[in-house]
């Protein structure tokens, strides 16, 4: 019977709760997926992003950011700030217009949309007479150039959007002035281009897409110049002085017009074809800047020749006598120039966009380098395969690691980051954190997560143990001499591994002594130590069979990987010296680090081993595997499907389910008149008694179920096994069906540590009843804390455990939380998960979380992702549910099995293969953006420039707060969804893994 609680003592809690737990989704880390606009404003030195998900993304200064979300399922076309305001205006795809500012409340800002607006066409007008193909912000800030499919120009007053009628630039008018000869050729077809004349914003130059190019006064209402170019039209581009105007072409030719000029036939004259006289790709975009002193540069997307270098992304950059050509890693969505020099007119850095990742190349320095991103850095340049947090890295680890990082980086420039729009006044992170993800070509790569920006630190690569494909010799940055187009490759998105075996599956990291152990794909396990020096060194391997002599089981799956006999030179940073090698070479699924014992614990779906790095020696090897989990053998890269084995196990479902119907018909009398006494008995127990949670049946799994064997968890804790007055170091791992395993491990003294062997016995088994998969293993001392890090208290960063008091030991299944007494295994006390609302655990992590109200006061406590998404905190040592929070939908199964929690109530999740999403659980630790911009007046010198996208002209205080995430699917689609997930969820699966895709696309996390 249940205790009941005083209502005082409830409310008490209650309150003490909200000052330790608080939800937040803080900010968003990574490479936007897929970016579909950019835009640039030079007074606010902000950059814009638009999404194909609708969203849209602003970035100045590092940790300056903004982030808003249209609430239409639509893609972000075009973006263009307003100048002279804080305004911008998107363009979807639905043909929709949209109006955000920075509005300020309370001293703080938000990107808030403010207005949205369709154009709208008289009676019976096609579609396409409305349909936005261009958008000019013009250099007033009040008026908004509408270009249409229909070929007409729609003027609107912003940013109340009012179409202004009776300036519209219909496509009547246009024609009418245009010479009968061209006219009676060809039609204008729609709106290409629309630009402002720099030296006079009356006149606007309206490109057609045929060619046609009309210089149109605004004033007058007339045109002044017809411009004939007879190429398909792609972009049009107005010089400084106003002089000329520069046309590219869908034939890979680019024209320069006299603005005013009588000759206008002199088309061949004026006309370049850059890239040969074969048939050549369409220049998207061109641009002509001037230079204080020298001539000009010129930059244009696109003209490589079709049959040659089609499937080139290229951004040619010309300038005096040099002339290059930017081969990108993937599609160019658009790009712009920096501009630098006391008029602000030297082009100073170049800003590609491409598919992705952000590319950012120095106009000012020889050789024209790239400049390092702050943000925006390519989390998935290869794969993300797995993720380990690690926090408070001292310091003298943090500089070692950023010291071997900066010997990698001597290629970028050294310009500083050239966006610098706003002040970052985030208070400096209390602590240095550090993420580690794993990446399929097998590196490692650390990234600095103190704070808003996720900052690349170092990248490890373990492929240079092993035999490859590569070619060490093959430098993919340098084209050849002499060779034309004279590319060059810049970029570091490459998602092609040379061996998937590479492929990094779990790492662990030990702050303190600076020790790291990386296991792949292919059952390789890697132990690496920080060395500040170059060294050339031989790793040697030592295999471990795992079968251990276990006859009629056959390896189907991959080889393992050849490693390199001859010396290898490993650059300044962790270099390997230890390799251990699981045979069968299956995926390595538990890794875990006691560099204070000096040992590796190791698990694949075979079975574990303990590894003595320090003797380079084997100490213990331990089979896990099921006589008859034949899938095991198979291996995840074998094309071998086990279907006679699915087809016995859907017929043994059949056959089970059928036996217990027919058992209820003959049991049925009998158990009527059962359940009607039971009736009785619980209807006068629930008069005196509080009501349990309704709980559901869970059927046992099967003995036989795939993978049982399989390693989940390991687990090293330093405590009671033998008897409860002789603690002892220990060893334990959880399987997949259920099983824990505890060895007792004696350790040699540390005076004869490097000759004596480290031994390991078997001193405790646990199945537990439902034989759901252990996933998470802890050990609590005398004062019901988990046990502290290996060194931790020997760096007097945690306090000794108490061995005073009894010991528990606390296994987190699937299903349930059950904690047992040490050293008598005899079990205690559960909480129960799947029996009540239905989810499953399938990522848990401890964390400390301090009270926002007292610095001195704090709790321990389990973080819990269910695999409906939901995030759980259970309390430590009494084992019961204080909060819950919704935070990934349960369809989106690859961000739920990415989350990584850190050690204050923190975390991170893929919400799309380049994205990171930072949450917080805890009230006191927060990371999220917080920021000031100050935006300078127009100086009077300005005026004689090139109109750019403007900003504000006072300062206001800017503080981004994240948009409440919202889901873009329509009711009807979300209807159709939940269908099919509860008709077959699998199929659902099993479409998105086929397709490459996840059920992010579309939703905005």
């Avoid at 074969?278 to 002509?288: D, E, G, L, N, T």
């Avoid at 020749?305 to 930017?326: E, N, W």
């Avoid at 896990?624 to 016995?648: C, F, H, W, Y």
Wanted: glycine residues 8%.
């Amino acid at each position: 019977m249940k205790r009941f609680r005083r209502h005082g003592q409830e409310s008490q809690r209650d309150k003490l709760k909200q000052e330790l737990f608080q939800f937040n989704k803080t900010v968003e880390h990574g490479f936007p997926h897929q970016p579909s606009a950019l835009s640039y404003s030079p007074t606010l030195q902000l950059l814009s992003i638009g999404t194909r998900s609708g969203a849209i993304k602003l970035y100045g200064a590092p940790g300056v950011e903004f982030m808003g979300l249209h609430d239409e399922n639509a893609a972000v076309t075009q973006v263009h700030f307003l100048p002279h305001q804080v305004e911008l205006v998107t363009l979807l795809d639905d043909n929709s217009l949209h109006m955000w500012t920075l509005k300020a409340h309370k001293g703080l800002s938000e990107l808030l949309e403010i207005g949205r607006f369709t154009l709208t066409g008289p009676p019976g007008a096609l579609p396409s007479v409305t349909r936005v193909t261009a958008v000019l912000a013009h250099s007033s800030g009040e008026l908004l150039l509408l270009g249409t499919e229909g070929g007409h120009v729609f003027i609107v007053e912003v940013p109340g959007f009012r179409e202004l009628e009776e300036r519209n630039i219909s496509l009547d008018q246009v024609a009418s002035s245009v010479p009968e000869d061209y006219i009676g050729r060809r039609n204008l077809e729609h709106v290409e281009a629309l630009q402002e004349n720099p030296v006079n914003p009356n006149q606007i130059v309206i490109g057609y897409g045929r060619g046609l190019m009309v210089i149109w006064d605004l004033e007058k209402q007339c045109a002044l110049q017809h411009i004939p170019a007879t190429q398909q039209l792609e972009s049009v581009w107005w010089t400084e002085d106003g002089g000329y105007i520069l046309s590219s072409h869908s034939d890979g030719s680019y024209c320069r017009w006299m603005v005013g000029g009588e000759d206008e036939n002199e088309e061949e004259e004026k006309s370049d074809i850059p890239y040969g006289h074969f048939p050549c790709k369409a220049i998207s975009k061109i641009v002509q800047l001037p230079t204080e002193e020298g001539p000009p540069f010129l930059l244009f997307s696109g003209g490589m020749p079709r049959a040659s270098y089609g499937d080139r992304h290229c951004i040619t950059v010309i300038h005096s006598k040099t002339h290059i050509a930017l081969d990108f890693t993937s599609r160019i969505i658009d790009f712009f120039v920096i501009r630098d020099g006391p008029q602000h007119t030297d082009p100073s850095a170049l800003v590609v966009l491409v598919e992705e990742e952000l590319v950012v190349i120095d106009l000012q320095t020889e050789g024209w380098p790239v400049i390092q991103t702050p943000y925006l850095v390519p989390l998935h340049s290869s794969a993300i395969t797995c993720s380990h947090h690690v926090s408070a890295i001292p310091l003298k680890l943090w500089e070692r690691v950023t010291a071997a990082g900066d010997l990698q980086k001597t290629h970028y420039s050294k310009k500083p980051w050239p966006i610098t729009g706003g002040q970052n006044l985030a208070p400096d992170p209390p602590q240095r954190d550090l993420l580690l993800t794993g990446h399929e070509d097998g590196t490692v790569r650390f990234w600095d997560a103190s704070g808003v920006c996720l900052y690349p630190m170092y990248k490890l690569s373990t492929a240079g143990v092993f035999h490859t494909d590569a070619d060490p010799n093959d430098n993919m940055n340098q084209g050849t001499e002499g060779e034309w187009p004279p590319f060059r490759k810049v970029g570091c998105f490459d998602p092609y591994s040379d061996d998937p075996r590479l492929g990094v599956q779990k790492i662990h990291l030990c702050k303190y002594s600076g020790y790291l152990t990386v296991a792949g794909t292919a059952g390789q396990i890697l132990v690496l130590e920080l060395n500040d020096e170059a060294a050339e060194q031989t790793v040697e391997a030592k295999v471990v069979d795992l079968l251990q002599g276990q006859e009629g089981f056959r390896w189907k799956g991959h080889t393992r990987l050849d490693v390199r006999e001859e010396p290898v030179l490993f650059p300044p940073g962790f270099q390997p010296f230890a390799l251990v090698q699981c045979q069968p070479p299956a995926v390595v699924t538990a890794l875990t680090l006691h560099s204070e014992w000096k040992l590796v614990a190791f698990g694949t779906s075979h079975g574990f081993g303990l590894y003595d790095y320090q003797q380079k020696n084997n100490v213990l090897i331990k089979c896990t595997l099921n006589p008859s989990d034949q899938l095991a053998m198979e291996g995840p890269l074998s094309r071998v499907k086990s279907i006679k084995k699915s087809l016995r196990q859907s017929f043994r479902r059949i056959r089970r389910s059928r036996v217990s119907l027919r058992k209820h018909h003959v049991n049925n009398a009998a158990k009527v008149v059962l359940q009607l006494s039971a009736q009785l008995v619980i209807g006068a127990e629930l008069a005196e008694m509080e009501l349990a949670p309704v709980q559901r049946k869970i059927e046992a799994r099967s003995s036989d179920d795939s993978f049982t064997g399989l390693v989940r968890t390991l687990y090293f804790a330093d405590t009671f096994l033998s008897d409860s007055s002789h603690n002892s170091p220990s060893l334990w791992a959880g399987t997949n069906g259920g099983c824990v395993f505890a060895y007792m491990l004696r350790l040699p003294p540390v005076e004869n540590r490097a000759d004596e062997p480290v031994t390991a016995q078997q001193a405790k088994e646990i199945q537990l009843m439902h034989r759901a998969p252990v996933v998470g293993i802890a050990v609590l001392d005398g004062h019901g804390a988990p046990l502290p890090e290996p060194l931790e208290v020997a760096h007097d960063l945690a306090r000794s455990p108490d061995m005073h008091g009894s010991h528990h030991l606390l296994v987190i299944s699937e299903e349930q939380f059950k904690v047992f007494t040490l050293p008598k295994v005899s079990a205690k006390m559960k909480l129960k998960l799947t029996a009540t609302d239905g989810s499953r655990v399938r990522r848990v992590g401890v964390a400390w979380f301090g009270s926002s109200r007292s610095e001195d006061y704090g709790e321990s406590g389990l973080v819990v992702l269910t695999n409906q998404g939901d995030l759980h905190v259970v309390s430590l040592p009494a084992v019961k549910m204080q909060v819950q929070y919704p935070c990934i939908r349960r369809e989106d199964v690859s961000g739920i099995a990415s989350c990584v929690f850190t050690k204050h109530g923190q975390g991170f999740y893929l919400i799309s293969p380049s994205e990171f999403e930072r949450f917080s659980l805890s009230a006191r630790y927060l990371v999220e953006p917080r920021c000031l911009v100050e935006v300078p007046l127009r100086s009077g010198s300005s005026n004689q420039h090139r109109p750019q996208p403007d900003g504000a002209s006072s300062s206001i205080v800017l503080r981004t707060t994240l948009v409440t995430v919202m889901f873009c699917f329509v009711a009807e689609v979300l209807q159709e969804i939940q269908k099919s997930l509860e008709g077959d969820q699998s199929v659902v699966l099993e479409m998105q893994v086929m397709s490459g895709k996840s059920l992010w696309t579309g939703e905005f996390s």
